[in-house]
């Protein structure tokens, strides 16, 4: 089972979170765009761009954090963090 954790983060507290799975054939890289896109829409987010930062730090330590350089529209908090919690 694929488990996704993701977090809305303002002035160091969580505002919202979620954990999502993913129990489909996909490739992972299907699973973590599928399942990002889903943590998007439940927050009502538009979908952030992944910078160079934020896919070394996907690749290094299963996480990473969408700050407002990756958002087009203006956002009401720090960031947005994403963390692989479970793999097959």
Known sequence: ???MWAKII???HILKDIC?????ADTRTHKVFHTLNEVCHKFDLATPIWLDINISDFKRYNKTRFTRDSFIEAIDFDYL???IIEED
């Open 10 to 12: 303002k002035s160091n």
């Open 20 to 24: 999502l799975e993913d129990g489909s």
């Open 1 to 3: 089972m694929f488990r």
């Open 81 to 83: 963090e994403i963390q």
